[in-house]
């Protein structure tokens, strides 16, 4: 018995980022994640590392001309519908992949990935300064509040601070800026609020010059937090499945508001795998 030719043509998205060995963040989970909602992932690794749930052990920058083959070898290929990067490793490689990205006008979510879950620093000091230049490319930008603290040069401890640095960071250039909440006073109140119990995400979006508003627009989300260390990659699934949402069609808006409606559940559902706190399950975002 013959069976004829039945393919599916889902759109495609690119993740520029790094390979995690222990397969929950990076590279693999933006692939999980991607095939999750429907959209075939593409990849272009900027690095591996020796990683597991219990922490880092070593990190091997790709070269950048290598970085740049993959890249072209991709988009020469695929219609890719958006972006997301993650983990870049070394200033070299941010101003690359910034290069690279100067001209398109897909849409780019940018995670600066700098600290891991574990707290082992996969960023070196030099390529945090020379993130400016990729925000300001960027349509989404997706700091976590640690991460915000550094873009910005200043402590990130409330709403009213997240909402500042959204603002900052949309003042330097990038569309839309996402301060995650997961990390902004967690074992205590947000805010002055909530007793920690709430994850408030902080959506802050350029002004729409059609409009003549000139005020950034700012969402807030509110979900559950759940008790637990075992989040590793959270950040990773969360841009990935905002990127994929955009490769999709999304509005920004809706694609992060969905996509952070996932997250608890992702962490709730999370992996059990590993000595060490395990990673998020990226099949629980797209349900």
């Known amino acids: 018995m013959t069976h004829e030719y039945d393919p599916v043509a889902p759109p495609v998205a690119l993740t520029?980022?790094?390979?995690?060995?222990?397969?929950?963040?990076?590279?693999?989970?933006?692939?999980?994640?991607?095939?999750t909602h429907g959209v075939f992932g593409t990849s272009v690794v900027t690095a591996t590392t020796a990683q597991n749930?219990?922490?880092?052990?070593?990190?091997?920058?790709?070269?950048?001309?290598?970085?740049?083959?993959?890249?072209d070898a991709v988009?020469?290929?695929?219609?890719?519908?958006?972006?997301?990067?993650g983990m870049l490793a070394t200033a070299e490689i941010v101003e690359t992949v910034t290069e690279r990205l100067a001209d398109t006008s897909t849409p780019?979510?940018?995670?600066?990935?700098?600290v891991a879950a574990t707290g082992d620093r996969l960023l070196s000091p030099d390529a945090e300064k020379a993130y400016d230049a990729l925000i300001s490319r960027a349509t989404l930008v997706t700091p976590n509040a640690d991460e915000a603290a550094v873009l910005v040069d200043g402590p990130i401890e409330t709403l009213a601070d997240a909402e500042a640095a959204g603002r900052t960071l949309v003042g330097r250039g990038a569309d839309a800026a996402l301060i995650k909440g997961g990390h902004l006073n967690a074992g205590g109140a947000v805010g002055g609020i909530d007793g920690g119990?709430?994850?408030?995400?902080?959506?802050?979006?350029a002004p729409d010059d059609a409009s003549?508003?000139?005020?950034?627009?700012v969402h807030r989300f509110e979900n559950p937090r759940i008790d637990t260390d075992a989040t590793h990659g959270s950040g990773c699934t969360l841009s990935a499945a905002i990127?994929?949402?955009l490769a999709r069609g999304e509005p920004l808006p809706?694609?992060?508001e969905a996509a952070v409606g996932g997250m608890s559940e992702a962490i709730r559902r999370g992996y059990d795998v590993g000595r060490g706190p395990g990673p998020v399950n990226p099949t629980m975002l797209d349900r």
Do not use: N, W
């Open 108 to 114: 780019v979510v940018v995670d600066p990935v700098m």
């Open 254 to 256: 809706a694609a992060v």
């Open 16 to 35: 520029i980022a790094g390979s995690d060995a222990g397969g929950g963040a990076g590279i693999q989970a933006d692939l999980k994640t991607m095939t």
């Open 53 to 71: 749930t219990c922490g880092v052990h070593d990190v091997h920058p790709i070269p950048a001309e290598h970085v740049v083959a993959q890249y």
């Open 243 to 245: 990127a994929a949402r």
């Open 212 to 217: 003549g508003v000139d005020d950034p627009a």
């Open 75 to 85: 988009v020469d290929d695929f219609p890719v519908a958006a972006i997301k990067t």
């Open 197 to 205: 119990r709430v994850v408030h995400d902080t959506l802050v979006l």
